[in-house]
């Protein structure tokens, strides 16, 4: 006897949905009264992950605008394959979550997106940047909609993730803790 759950289905549409990414001077800045969160605070207090996949460097700045992540890859070459390392996406999905947890109040987790386009896959050991951008919200249950950008370091546009839908799927259990709201 076997059990098949399906995790994730994808449909390959040919054609991008969205416009064109912001240009890398736009995508790294940000308006509005920042808020700085250590990285080493992100990973202990808001997405408590192992230290492989704690792959935000530096702080993370976010506004009410969105949040600037500076990002690194695992440098391990197994990881070398045709989407890029899945580090560097995963790091931006960290940051989402740091911003749902600052300006919405829930801790959520990725469930879903519109668009993924690679243009130049990340690399094992690499530095990146990325843009996330709250696009809009739903509700019941509370979904959190991104739009996010990983550019290198020279200011090449490497992906874009449209829509990403961020969501709470601890069933209210999981909460942020004071630090990150106070001063709002």
């Not at 001077?25 to 202990?44: E, N, V, W």
């Not at 940047?129 to 979904?143: E, H, L």
Request: aromatic share 10%; proline share 9%; net charge positive.
């Amino acid at each position: 006897m076997t059990r098949l759950k399906e995790h994730v289905t994808l449909h390959f549409s040919g054609r991008p949905l969205a416009g064109p990414a912001p240009e890398f001077k736009t995508a790294t800045s940000l308006k509005g009264k920042r808020f700085k969160i250590p990285a080493q605070m992100l990973y202990r207090d808001l997405v408590p992950f192992g230290p492989a996949y704690q792959n935000i460097l530096h702080d993370l700045v976010v506004t009410e605008k969105g949040a600037i992540a500076h990002l690194q890859s695992s440098s391990a070459p197994a990881l070398l394959q045709p989407l890029g390392s899945p580090f560097v996406l995963d790091a931006a999905f960290h940051a989402a979550c740091a911003w749902g947890q600052r300006f919405s109040s829930i801790v959520g987790f990725p469930v879903g997106f519109e668009e993924r386009i690679i243009y130049r896959p990340t690399q094992p050991g690499g530095n990146y940047i990325s843009r996330i951008t709250p696009v809009r919200q739903a509700s019941d249950p509370v979904v959190l909609i991104f739009d996010i950008w990983i550019y290198s370091e020279e200011g090449h546009l490497c992906e874009a993730v449209h829509s990403v839908q961020m969501q709470d799927v601890s069933g209210g259990r999981l909460k942020p803790p004071r630090w990150v709201q106070q001063g709002r």
